[in-house]
Structures are given as C-alpha cells and as structure tokens.
C-alpha cells in the first residue's frame, strides 16, 4: 500500500505540473493585461515583420524577394469581386475573373519554391503544382453548372436567383466536393501538400523569415476568409446584406480550423485518385443535370409564352 499510495502521489504531482503552466499563463495574461488575446495577431505581426530578414546564399535573389509579395497581392485581388451593387469597378464577367485567378496562384506557389534553391522548397512547389492540375478541373466544372443555372457570369445573379431556394438544397454532394477542393486550393489539412511538415520541414515556404513569411501567411488566410465568403455566395443564398450571411462567412472558417484537428494529412496518391476518379465524374454529371433542368425550365417557359 506504501508504494501504490507513493505511485498514485507521483502521477498526481505530474498532472498538476501540467494544469500549473496552464495556471501560470492565465495569470500572467490577465497580470498584463492582455484582455483575452485581442492584441496578440497584432504583436505576432510586429515581431514578424521585425524579426531579421535572412537570404538563402544560393537563392534566386530577385524572384526569392518578390514572390511573397505577388501571393499577398494575388489574394487580396480576389477580393474585388466582392458585389456591391454600387460599384468602382462592375464585374459583369466576375465568375471568369474568379477562375483566372484560382489558375494563377499556382506559379507563384512553385517560383517560391524554386526560387528558394532548397530540395525541400522545390520537392513543395512541384507538389502544388500538380496538386492543383488535378483539383482545379472539377473546380472549374463545379462552377460551370451554376452557370448554366443562372445563366450569368456576374455573382450578383446568385442572390437574385437564390432567393427561394438554395443551390445547396439540391446539390448537396457537390457542395461537399466545392468546400474539399477549398481545402486544397488554400493548402489546407488534409491536403497541405506543399507544406508537409513531416514530410517536407515546412515545404515551399522552408527558407523564409520574417516580413517574407508573413506576407505567405497572410495570403493564405486572407484566401481562407474568401473562399469562405465565395461558398456562402454560391451556395448559402448570397444576400450580404443580411448579418447572417457574414455569421455563415465565420462558421465556415470555423470548419476549416475544425478540419484541421480532426484529420490527418491524406496520402499523395489519394488527392490524385480523389481528383480524378471522383470528383470529376461528378462534376460532368452534375452539369448534365443542370443542362436538363435549365432545358426543362426553358421548355416550359416557351410553351407557357405561347
């Protein structure tokens, strides 16, 4: 009994030594005042940007310096497809708009790695590269359909074609199909493939530091928050101007991060064989299937017309 009772003491101080370092950083939170972690994304950028800014000595200086930037802007461009209907700039065609940009951040995904001079950096960009040859076809059909559908490249028509039902009502297997090519597309667990950790070290992004870094992770979650708006755009009604659309924009961000510690990174092979022995029949037959129901929608109104 000395021994179990001396044994049981052991395992309880070595519990509380953990729940004590939780303890101790709530204290020295609220010591300092840190009103629940409201300033701390702005002290992390601080230090980021800050911090000393180190160059590969065999790396593509000039594209090295300058492709972070270019990802920043690229996902910052995403969002001039926001639809005001009072505009500065009208985007008649902003559906086209959307899938040239989806198809032009894979090269800087790939000159980040390549301009790094590392196996692991190039190893991530070539990884990237045909991870989004395989997944943008489908994302790509997906969009297609809804075309189809509203007949209208300008997203502004989703809200006015929506407004009895939503497109998620009856495509719900696309809708989940749509938000896992997000995942990928914003290399997302369980498709962070670029960025293997364990695979990989850090991926394409392994040699950089500082502003460089943090202009990657901006990007990265600045796309995150958009996909997440497009998603609520095509599928959830579009009407942003009701407060539960931009709720809806948060839950869905929430899923993103609830992705992330629920799933583990997928094997290679299993995105391509997802891509394409998956997702793309699916896409084919959901446009066949909003072919036959815009023709039977277009049939009825001629034959109610004469």
Wanted: hydrophobic share 55%; proline share 3%; glycine share 6%.
């Amino acid at each position: 009994m000395f021994f179990l009772s001396f044994f049981f003491l052991l395992i309880f101080i070595l519990v509380s030594v953990g729940f004590f370092t939780l303890f101790e950083r709530s204290v020295l939170g609220y010591s300092q005042v840190r009103f629940f972690g409201l300033f701390q994304p702005f002290s992390d950028g601080l230090s980021l940007f800050m911090s000393e800014q180190v160059f590969p000595f065999n790396s593509n200086f000039i594209i090295y310096y300058f492709c972070p930037l270019f990802m920043l802007i690229y996902s910052l461009f995403f969002w001039l497809l926001f639809p005001f209907l009072v505009n500065c700039l009208s985007f008649s065609f902003g559906l086209l708009f959307f899938l040239c940009c989806i198809s032009v951040g894979v090269y800087s995904l790939v000159l980040c790695g390549w301009s790094s001079n590392s196996i692991y950096s190039v190893l991530g960009g070539l990884r990237g590269l045909s991870q989004t040859i395989s997944y943008e076809v489908s994302l790509s059909l997906f969009l297609l359909c809804y075309f189809l559908m509203i007949d209208s490249y300008n997203l502004i028509d989703f809200n006015f074609i929506q407004y009895y039902c939503w497109f998620f009502f009856f495509s719900v297997p696309l809708f989940f199909c749509w938000f896992s090519c997000c995942l990928a597309e914003t290399n997302r667990t369980p498709f962070d493939f670029s960025e293997g950790e364990s695979e990989l070290v850090s991926g394409f992004n392994i040699e950089y530091g500082g502003g460089g870094f943090a202009f990657l992770f901006i990007s990265e979650y600045s796309s995150i928050i958009f996909f997440c708006f497009f998603t609520c755009l095509v599928f959830f009604g579009g009407d942003y101007y009701l407060m539960f659309f931009y709720f809806s924009i948060v839950f869905f961000c929430f899923l993103f991060v609830w992705v992330r510690c629920s799933f583990p990174r997928y094997r290679y092979d299993k995105l391509m064989y997802l891509a394409w022995k998956c997702y793309l029949p699916l896409s084919f037959s959901y446009v066949l299937f909003f072919f036959f129901i815009k023709s039977f929608v277009v049939y009825h109104f001629f034959l109610l017309s004469y």
